[in-house]
């Protein structure tokens, strides 16, 4: 089976910008988690959608947004980047996001805002 | 107090020994359990899961649950340089529904 799989693997962006990232699930997974990594604050939950619904959702401000579509892929949204934002973002698959369900992370966006 | 804590090393161990860590939450209803291991520049790998108190062997690796005193361990044993990496655990329900992670632990296993 495929991994998860994000693009773009890399963005440079200025303050103010927008960035989209796309993320694509191990086929048949259909939960879908975002998360932040940064050297300060670790792995930060972002959000996480099931069958095209945002079903739990992280301490983050509203510039930072997703959807998920039929097919399971994801995509999340920062509006307004700011200097802070630059992260590793990762995305990660599961069957149903539910407990017992291992999360398996794609390789990453490493997004750098200038 | 954090949700999901552990030491963040780094652990310094020599080639062939057992590399020991320890991670603790604070909730006790939390579920289930991760390691994973991340490599300097990559993406988090799982290495295990656990859901009932007790021992789980895959290889290497052994993971140890102890609900009660709200604690998960992973041992590495015959440790290799290849395991020098950020060990990360992960536990659902510590902070609601969804994986929460510690800081890491940095192992270094010196040849």
């Known amino acids: 089976k495929a991994g998860v799989t994000q693009t773009p693997r890399y963005l440079i962006k200025t303050r103010g910008q927008q960035v989209t990232l796309s993320c694509s699930p191990i086929?048949?997974?259909?939960?879908v988690s975002w998360y932040q990594q940064t050297p300060g604050q670790g792995l930060q939950f972002l959000f996480e959608y099931f069958s095209e619904t945002q079903r739990n959702k992280g301490n983050f401000p509203g510039r930072f947004s997703g959807r998920q579509f039929s097919n399971s892929r994801s995509e999340m949204n920062v509006s307004t980047l700011e200097l802070g934002d630059s992260a590793l973002y990762l995305c990660?698959?599961?069957?149903?996001?539910?407990?017992?369900?291992?999360?398996?992370f794609g390789p990453g966006t490493r997004l750098t805002v200038l | 107090q954090k949700e999901v804590e552990q030491n963040s090393g780094p652990l310094s161990v020599p080639e062939g020994a057992i590399a020991s860590l320890n991670c603790t939450y604070s909730?006790?209803?939390?579920?289930?359990f991760f390691w994973y291991r991340q490599y300097s520049g990559k993406s988090p790998e799982l290495i295990m899961s656990i859901y009932s108190n007790g021992d789980k062997e895959d290889g290497r690796f052994t993971a140890q649950l102890n609900k009660a005193s709200q604690y998960v361990s992973l041992l590495i044993r015959d440790s290799q340089p290849s395991d020098s990496a950020t060990y990360l655990c992960?536990?659902?329900?510590?902070?609601?529904?969804?994986?929460?992670f510690g800081g890491g632990t940095r192992v270094l296993v010196k040849p």
């Open positions: 990660a698959s599961s069957y149903t996001g539910t407990p017992y369900n291992e999360q398996f």
């Open positions: 992960a536990v659902w329900g510590a902070a609601g529904n969804k994986l929460t």
């Open positions: 909730d006790r209803v939390s579920q289930s």
């Open positions: 086929s048949g997974h259909r939960s």
